[in-house]
């Protein structure tokens, strides 16, 4: 292990209940657990482009970690190589000290990576609980299979609810996902990822096309969650990234420029250069 035996203080480790329930002796952490993702030297290139060059990250587990940097930095390409719809020129990807690099999107899901609104469609027609349903079903090993019996189906029910009142749903049980408000829907989305028992999980975009209210009530989801799972997100709104983020990591030309919380960063001249040069304020 790089860096050898260290410790982290109790504060930092008070966000890392696991899914199981398994805690931590007090103060201490194992440093093979200390961080839950890490990318070494990724690098994508496109025909002689460098859309993402030399990019090592290490996402802390229990961190809401935010990805950022102006226009054609790179974001969705990382994005992308972290959730394996691309595949790296370069570099390797480890997830729970596991090296994923080559494997396939669905067996990271497996181990518990998971990105949001990619993995988990909704289905308009079904109301917001059969849709949780339909993919605790399928998390529990049964592939789609509409035609099975309605008791088996009930089976996930109580499981249902309990993730839609997770995300503050409970009230929309029995409403179709197409008549649901837009930020509602995103919150529906984010359940069905919850059913697939994430420990880690990748954000495109939350608030991309959301109105104010609807990017309050998805920004305390996001914080809420994070109590349990550990969230990459990329993000444009920085007021949400400064207000959600523990790190933040800029990007620019496909490279690490800067990493550290918002009021470092806002300080990095460097940084505010980045985004003037690039025409974002
Ligand atoms: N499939 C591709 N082929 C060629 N160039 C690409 C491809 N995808 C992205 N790029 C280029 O890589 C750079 C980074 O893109 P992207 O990752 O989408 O940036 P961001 O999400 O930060 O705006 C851009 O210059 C973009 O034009
Ligand atoms: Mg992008």
Redesign the pocket.
Known sequence: MPGGVRCLRDTDSKKLATRDGASRGRGEICLADEFILETQGLT?E??G????RDVSLKVRRGHIHALI????????????LLTKF?KPSAGTILYKGQDITSMAPADVARLGLVRSFQISAVFPHMTALENVRVALQRQHGSSFDFWRSKTVLNRFNPKAMELLNDVGLSEFANTPAVEMPYGRKRALEIATTLALDPEMMLLDEPMAGMGHEDIEKIATLIKRISAKYTILM?EHNLSVVANLSDVITV?TR?QVLAQGDYSELSKDERVKEAYLGAGHA
């Open positions: 994508k496109f025909a482009f460098f859309a993402v940097g102006p226009n054609g930095a790179g974001k969705t390409t990382c994005f992308n691309l990329v990007l496909g």
